[in-house]
């Protein structure tokens, strides 16, 4: 099968030709009708060979939807041809917080060497995808697939963060949204769809404050030196009672702090390496900081319910596997207005 895979550290991925998986005992392998493009792909290929965790040669892809091609043994439930979604930070399924669902902070993961697909474990940038277990997949219910793929990261993400902050989005409330692409876009219309608060879009690029306000931002301010002012003038000097940053660089985080209000919820959910120092006197009164990762298995049931519903829907531009390369440099210059979606099998 063609699979894109990293091969070399520091160079650009590759369309290569790997051997079929087939599915051993609790298996299920998967025939990939559409895997997502993110910007931790790109961090993960940025990492120094003296820091990179993973064997190379690693097909990429965390996201990613298909049908049941075949069934290992034992495997029951399902049926070929089923249409599904991946739930992508797999565990171990036995720890307290696996039984919680929140298997992506699986308290056993590193130990027992488990990894998502296309962050350690082959990925669904492939013609096929080989799922550890029955337990990761969640049926699309007549989901288109381009649409439905991004939200099993670019959707659960952003739910996760949105859900913990939701005490703080009472009616009057302010929530700001840094970083409008892949994640952001979507963050915004969870907010809208599941809030009264007001949204305010920050980023750098005009594309995608017009994407933010297309898909419900009710401000818009451009992510430079005088965001964090802006903000404050819109909130008549309160600042924002939730914060989002799906940036995560050193000048986001900053204006992350600069616009929380008091008791307010700042979530840093990008990853690019900044810090926020926390600390008495180092921001608002009672502010709280976190750094979430991806969501829990339920919360990716109810991202899918409320796409079923209409409430929030994912821009994209679909390419093939062999353009999946350019994908990626598109994505890095900045360029994908929305989500890239990979058609390994169009």
């Given at each position: 099968?063609?699979?894109?895979?990293?091969?070399?550290?520091?160079?650009?991925?590759?369309?290569?030709?790997?051997?079929?998986?087939?599915?051993?005992?609790?298996?299920?392998?998967?025939?990939?009708?559409?895997?997502?493009?993110?910007?931790?792909?790109?961090?993960?290929?940025?990492?120094?060979?003296?820091?990179?965790?993973?064997?190379?040669?690693?097909t990429?892809?965390?996201?990613?939807?298909?049908?049941?091609?075949?069934?290992?043994?034992?495997?029951?439930?399902?049926?070929?041809?089923?249409?599904?979604?991946?739930?992508?930070?797999?565990?171990?399924?036995?720890?307290?917080?696996?039984?919680?669902?929140?298997?992506?902070?699986?308290?056993?993961?590193d130990?027992?060497?488990?990894?998502?697909?296309?962050?350690?474990?082959?990925?669904?940038?492939?013609?096929?995808?080989?799922?550890?277990?029955?337990?990761?997949?969640?049926?699309?219910?007549?989901?288109?697939?381009?649409?439905?793929?991004?939200?099993?990261?670019?959707?659960?993400?952003?739910?996760?963060?949105?859900?913990?902050?939701?005490?703080?989005?009472?009616?009057?409330?302010?929530?700001?949204?840094?970083?409008?692409?892949?994640?952001?876009?979507?963050?915004i219309?969870?907010?809208?769809?599941?809030?009264?608060?007001?949204?305010?879009?920050?980023?750098?690029?005009?594309?995608?404050?017009?994407?933010?306000?297309?898909?419900?931002?009710?401000?818009?301010?451009?992510?430079?030196?005088?965001?964090?002012?802006?903000?404050?003038?819109l909130?008549?000097?309160?600042?924002?009672?939730?914060?989002?940053?799906?940036?995560?660089?050193?000048?986001?985080?900053?204006?992350?702090?600069a616009?929380a209000?008091?008791?307010?919820?700042?979530?840093?959910?990008?990853?690019?390496?900044?810090?926020?120092p926390?600390?008495?006197?180092?921001?608002?009164f009672?502010?709280?900081?976190?750094?979430?990762y991806?969501?829990?298995?339920?919360?990716?049931?109810?991202?899918?319910?409320?796409?079923?519903?209409?409430?929030?829907?994912?821009?994209?531009?679909?390419?093939?596997?062999?353009?999946?390369?350019?994908?990626?440099?598109?994505?890095?210059?900045?360029?994908?207005?929305?989500?890239?979606?990979?058609?390994?099998?169009?």
């Amino acid at each position: 099968m063609k699979a894109l895979q990293y091969r070399t550290i520091g160079a650009a991925p590759e369309v290569v030709t790997v051997p079929d998986p087939e599915p051993g005992p609790g298996q299920v392998l998967l025939k990939v009708t559409a895997a997502g493009v993110c910007h931790s792909d790109i961090a993960v290929m940025s990492w120094p060979a003296e820091s990179f965790p993973y064997p190379l040669p690693l097909t990429l892809g965390h996201e990613g939807v298909g049908t049941v091609a075949a069934l290992g043994a034992g495997v029951s439930g399902l049926g070929e041809g089923d249409a599904v979604a991946v739930y992508g930070p797999w565990g171990c399924g036995i720890c307290a917080k696996c039984a919680e669902g929140k298997e992506n902070y699986c308290l056993r993961a590193d130990e027992l060497g488990i990894r998502p697909p296309g962050l350690g474990a082959p990925g669904s940038m492939a013609e096929y995808l080989l799922v550890d277990d029955p337990r990761h997949l969640v049926p699309l219910d007549g989901l288109d697939p381009v649409a439905a793929v991004p939200l099993t990261d670019a959707g659960l993400t952003p739910y996760h963060a949105i859900k913990r902050a939701l005490p703080r989005l009472l009616p009057g409330s302010t929530a700001v949204v840094i970083g409008t692409g892949g994640l952001g876009h979507v963050a915004i219309q969870l907010l809208r769809a599941m809030t009264a608060a007001r949204v305010i879009a920050l980023d750098v690029s005009e594309d995608k404050l017009a994407l933010a306000r297309q898909v419900g931002a009710h401000e818009t301010v451009l992510s430079d030196a005088d965001a964090a002012a802006k903000v404050r003038e819109l909130t008549a000097g309160v600042g924002a009672q939730a914060v989002f940053d799906f940036v995560g660089a050193e000048p986001t985080v900053r204006t992350a702090g600069a616009v929380a209000a008091v008791e307010g919820d700042i979530s840093i959910v990008g990853i690019g390496g900044g810090a926020l120092p926390v600390g008495f006197g180092a921001l608002p009164f009672e502010v709280s900081v976190s750094a979430p990762y991806w969501g829990s298995r339920g919360e990716l049931i109810e991202v899918l319910d409320l796409a079923r519903a209409g409430a929030v829907s994912v821009h994209t531009e679909t390419y093939s596997l062999d353009e999946a390369p350019l994908a990626y440099e598109r994505l890095h210059a900045g360029k994908v207005n929305g989500r890239a979606v990979i058609l390994p099998n169009g």
